[in-house]
C-alpha cells in the first residue's frame, strides 16, 4: 500500500505526511507546475501543468489497495473503479454507495453554472474537518 494526494491545494498534506511516517507507508505528493510542493519524508512528483494532468498522472501509479487523497470526485470514482481507495480532505470515504450520487451532484452543479446561476464555494476549513480527516484515515490504515 502507498498514499497518493492530489497536492494541489490540498490542506491535509502535511497530516498525512505525519500518519504515514508513523505507520511506515510510502506517501507520494503529485502536483503540477504552478503548485510545486516539497515536503520531507514525501516524494513528489510534479508534473506539466495542464486539466487533470496531475489526474491522469495519479491514476498511471495508483494500484489495488493504495489510498488516494482527492477532493475530486471523477478521480475518486476512477480510483475505485482500480480497486483503490479514496478519502476527501474532510474526511469523507469515498464508496461504491456514494460516488455515483456525488458524480450526479457535481454534473447538476456544473449545469447549473453553465445556466449563469453562481453557487456558494466550499465552507471555510475548521479543526472539526482535520479531526474527521484523521479518525477516518486511520481507519483505513489500520490504527
Do not use: F, W
Given at each position: 500500500m502507498k498514499i497518493l494526494i492530489?497536492?494541489?491545494?490540498?490542506?491535509?498534506?502535511?497530516?498525512?505526511?505525519?500518519?504515514?511516517?508513523?505507520?511506515?507507508?510510502?506517501?507520494?505528493?503529485?502536483?503540477?507546475t504552478a503548485h510545486i510542493i516539497e515536503k520531507a519524508g514525501a516524494k513528489t512528483i510534479t508534473v506539466s501543468k495542464g486539466s487533470d494532468s496531475v489526474d491522469f498522472s495519479l491514476l498511471k501509479l495508483v494500484k489495488k489497495g493504495d489510498l488516494v487523497v482527492t477532493?475530486?470526485?471523477?478521480?475518486?470514482?476512477?480510483?475505485?473503479?482500480?480497486?483503490?481507495?479514496?478519502?476527501?480532505?474532510?474526511?469523507?470515504?469515498?464508496?461504491?454507495?456514494?460516488?455515483?450520487?456525488?458524480?450526479?451532484?457535481?454534473?447538476?452543479?456544473?449545469?447549473?453554472?453553465?445556466?449563469?446561476?453562481?453557487?456558494?464555494?466550499?465552507?471555510?476549513?475548521?479543526i472539526a474537518d482535520d479531526n474527521k480527516y484523521i479518525i477516518e484515515i486511520e481507519k483505513i490504515l489500520g490504527e
Open positions: 492530489d497536492a494541489d491545494g490540498c490542506p491535509v498534506v502535511d497530516i498525512t505526511i505525519k500518519i504515514s511516517k508513523v505507520k511506515n507507508i510510502p506517501l507520494i505528493l503529485l502536483c503540477d477532493q475530486d470526485y471523477g478521480l475518486a470514482g476512477m480510483v475505485l473503479a482500480k480497486g483503490g481507495l479514496a478519502i476527501r480532505q474532510d474526511g469523507l470515504v469515498y464508496d461504491n454507495n456514494n460516488i455515483d450520487r456525488l458524480l450526479d451532484e457535481r454534473h447538476n452543479a456544473k449545469k447549473l453554472r453553465k445556466g449563469g446561476v453562481r453557487l456558494k464555494g466550499p465552507k471555510k476549513r475548521t
